[in-house]
T-cell receptor, first 109, second 112 residues
Framework: DAKTTQPTSMDCAEGRAANLPCNHS???????VYWYRQIHSQGPQYIIH???NNETNEMASLIITEDRKSSTLILPHATLRDTAVYYC??????????FGAGTRLTVKP | SAVISQKPSRDICQRGTSLTIQCQVD?????MFWYRQQPGQSLTLIAT?????????ESGFVIDKFPISRPNLTFSTLTVSNLSPEDSSIYLC?????????FGPGTRLTVT
């Protein structure tokens, strides 16, 4: 599975959009981009995933560049409850999930 | 989605003893996984447990230390044996259901 690079930490103002970048320059054609988050003392929570098209659900949007070497997770209106560690993972479908260090997002009032 | 529960949620164990963690999924799943999360760190995959076959362990993890059972399609156990303080971590169960991977709330183990 390809590796990912994410910033160690980011801050965001409450109510503003949080844009979390992820680099995955060695991603291969059949690998998906997944985003999970882990709120303190809880298990990881699935957010969204995509292959090459942009995706949106009730939680977030996922923007994948045309060359698929990077992506951005967008939380459109961040709240204090979105404070968490966000993990970007690339993997083949049906493979296990391998976690990097993630980005610690702090939403500030 | 699949809902995963773990027992116990936390425990304090003495050095040299063992702890068995139970994982229950509310749906039948083929693939289950066990992860370890050391303090302040990310998750590390311990092993993959498919029903009807022996668990597959990742580099650095061995069956004698982390025996796993997978008796049916909704249940698995992880035992952490011969405990030492270095085993103090959160242990998380995970399962793949309809193409997505879900996680339990974790078991916080403290070894004294």
């Amino acid at each position: 599975d390809a590796k990912t690079t994410q910033p160690t930490s980011m801050d965001c103002a409450e109510g503003r959009a949080a844009n979390l970048p992820c680099n995955h320059s060695t991603i291969s054609g059949n690998e998906y981009v997944y985003w999970y988050r882990q709120i303190h003392s809880q298990g990881p929570q699935y957010i969204i995933h995509g292959l090459k098209n942009n995706e949106t659900n009730e939680m977030a949007s996922l923007i994948i560049t045309e060359d698929r070497k990077s992506s951005t997770l967008i939380l459109p209106h961040a709240t204090l409850r979105d404070t968490a560690v966000y993990y970007c993972i690339v993997k083949y479908n049906n493979n296990d999930m391998r976690f990097g260090a993630g980005t610690r997002l702090t939403v500030k009032p | 989605s699949a809902v995963i529960s773990q027992k116990p949620s936390r425990d304090i164990c003495q050095r040299g003893t063992s702890l068995t963690i139970q994982c229950q999924v509310d749906s039948q799943v083929t693939m289950m996984f066990w992860y370890r999360q050391q303090p302040g760190q990310s998750l590390t995959l311990i092993a993959t447990a498919n029903q009807g076959s022996e668990a597959t362990y990742e580099s650095g993890f061995v069956i004698d230390k982390f025996p796993i059972s997978r008796p049916n399609l909704t249940f698995s156990t992880l035992t952490v044996s011969n405990l030492s303080p270095e085993d103090s971590s959160i242990y998380l169960c995970s399962a793949q259901y309809r193409g997505e991977q879900y996680f339990g709330p974790g078991t916080r183990l403290t070894v004294t």
